[in-house]
């Protein structure tokens, strides 16, 4: 969707380094998600923001942090990435009519 | 929290043949039921989505139905043609952050 981007959309890392993924979006949009997307489990939220510097965890939050220091960008941290993070990585914003919407996604591989 | 139970996780059809998508959720606060559709190395997107208000809503091969008593809704797609195939994802929630299910890949087969 043009307007929320994800960066990187593919990154490659080893374990025990830290990660920034971002998600800038251009909607105005209030609240923001992270979800992680794993086969067989299909969508869990780790994080969402309703507001700036107003953040919750979701129910896979742990190991994972988030800051939201502007309406348009909202960053999530692997503090020290382990390999259980290998994921796809998908933001998202809601708006005030018609529930989410999600960026395209980033692959994350953690070796 | 809410658990969004989906089935079946796989379906394959013939084309023109109608396709149905189930799900449960287990929270009776959950007032919003929107069905994602996904297509390979995209996000999700929003495909039709229903409030509790409502039993029942269509938008043109595609209708959805909300048993509130049952804690039951379910994704209708009619005439399916090859373009449908992608993974489904139906969702629940009040207010913000839905949960969802573990999604159905859908094959449409001409």
């Known amino acids: 969707d043009a307007g929320i981007t994800q960066s990187p959309r593919h990154k490659v890392t080893e374990t025990g380094t830290p990660v920034t993924l971002r998600c800038h979006q251009t909607?105005?949009?209030?609240?923001m998600y992270w979800y992680r997307q794993d086969p067989g489990h299909g969508l869990r939220l780790i994080h969402y923001s309703y507001g700036v510097k107003d953040t919750d965890k979701g129910e896979v939050s742990d190991g994972y942090s988030v800051s939201r220091s502007k309406t348009e960008d909202f960053l999530l941290t692997l503090e020290s990435a382990t390999s259980s993070q290998t994921s796809v990585y998908f933001c998202a914003t809601e708006g005030t009519s018609r529930g989410y919407t999600f960026g395209s996604g980033t692959r994350l591989t953690v070796v | 929290g809410e658990n969004v139970e989906q089935h079946p996780s796989t379906l394959s059809v013939q084309e023109g043949d109608s396709a149905v998508i189930k799900c449960t959720y287990s929270d009776s606060a959950s007032n919003y039921f929107p069905w994602y559709k996904q297509e390979l190395g995209k996000g999700p997107q929003l495909i039709i989505d229903?409030?509790?208000?409502?039993g029942e809503k269509k938008d043109q091969r595609i209708a959805v139905t909300l048993n509130k008593t049952a804690k039951h809704f379910s994704l209708h797609i009619t005439e399916t043609q090859p373009e449908d195939s992608a993974v489904y994802f139906c969702?629940?929630?009040?207010?913000?952050?839905?949960?969802f299910g573990k999604g159905t890949s859908l094959l449409v087969t001409p």
């Open positions: 229903i409030r509790s208000n409502v």
């Open positions: 969702a629940a929630g009040s207010g913000y952050a839905l949960n």
């Open positions: 909607e105005n949009h209030r609240y």
